[in-house]
């Protein structure tokens, strides 16, 4: 069965974030969270797949970009609000669990949602990107993740930023889509549909928001319990794969898969393959239902 994307604006943790939803309304709800410089969108190939196969699908726009609120202070961006953003989703649909789907920053807060609310994740899947608490330490195994990283501290300048990514129609953002990823991964149509995305009023400068407050720290980083699967493009032009690897070590139930010839982009140029490892990792948990009374 055919399911329709669904455009619905959602109240949570004192805003509002636009949420495409799809799939079987009773459904066990699975939430897709985007990473950095995109929004729903990027989870084209894997809502229909999700719904066809009988859950309930939530991608939201998160703060600060696309069609949801924007707050305008850097402190509004800290991970610990961003998390909170997504428990208020799970409240919204009255799910007690849900399955947790990260990419790149949308990555970042599963993994912080796996570590701190582990009563909320069923299960999580985190696509290219770290665990937070390893990148530090690890720098000396992976010594060329500091260049990789050289716009995480260009991003922390003031306005500049935001005036480099407006420029010349959005250059910049197309350019780092299209140089970064395997050849018609990011075609005309897909890029317009970005540029749309990023014009939105206030949203460059949010977007770059969620960079400037990694100066703000997180706190600490229990290990996790719930099951993990990391799934990594090998060509990522970002992140360096071996930290993929060392991630699992704040895991007590992880496994890791590579994508050899997949870039950072993974979930776009390996749609079938991310598909079908969400899916078998996903059927392994007992099925999550709604929630009647929903935990403190």
């Known amino acids: 069965m055919d399911y329709p994307l669904e455009h619905h604006t959602v109240p949570t943790n004192g805003l509002r974030l636009h949420v495409v939803q799809c799939g079987p309304a009773n459904g066990p709800l699975v939430v897709l969270l985007h990473g950095f410089p995109e929004f729903w969108y990027s989870w084209r190939a894997q809502l229909p797949a999700l719904a066809a196969a009988g859950y309930r699908v939530w991608a939201p726009d998160q703060r600060g970009y696309n069609l949801s609120d924007k707050p305008l202070k850097i402190k509004d961006y800290v991970l610990p609000t961003?998390?909170?953003?997504?428990?208020?989703l799970l409240d919204a649909a009255d799910c007690r669990q849900?399955?947790?789907v990260g990419h790149d920053w949308g990555g970042i807060v599963a993994w912080y949602l796996a570590a701190h609310y582990p009563q909320r994740v069923a299960r999580a899947t985190i696509l290219n990107v770290p665990h937070?608490?390893?990148v530090g330490p690890s720098l000396w195994r992976v010594?060329?993740?500091?260049?990789?990283s050289w716009y995480i501290l260009f991003f922390q300048l003031p306005s500049l930023p935001e005036w480099l990514l407006r420029r010349r129609n959005w250059r910049w953002g197309e350019q780092a889509l299209r140089r970064t990823s395997r050849p018609g991964t990011f075609g005309a149509a897909e890029v317009a549909r970005y540029k749309v995305a990023w014009a939105q009023p206030g949203a460059a400068a949010a977007m770059v928001n969620w960079y400037r407050a990694l100066r703000r720290p997180a706190g600490t980083w229990p290990p996790i319990r719930v099951p993990v699967q990391v799934l990594w493009g090998q060509r990522d032009a970002f992140l360096n794969?071996?930290?993929?690897?060392?991630?699992?070590?704040?895991?007590?139930?992880g496994r890791l898969h590579y994508f050899p010839e997949a870039t950072h982009w993974v979930q776009l140029e390996e749609a079938a393959g991310v598909n079908a490892?969400?899916?078998?990792?996903?059927a392994e948990s007992a099925a999550v239902t709604p929630a009647t009374t929903l935990p403190a």
Do not use: E, H, Y
Request: contains cysteine.
């Open 82 to 88: 961003l998390a909170a953003d997504i428990i208020g």
């Open 132 to 134: 937070p608490a390893v």
């Open 277 to 282: 490892r969400l899916l078998n990792f996903m």
């Open 143 to 148: 010594p060329d993740q500091l260049l990789r």
């Open 241 to 253: 794969a071996r930290l993929a690897k060392i991630s699992l070590t704040q895991c007590q139930d």
């Open 98 to 100: 849900a399955f947790i």
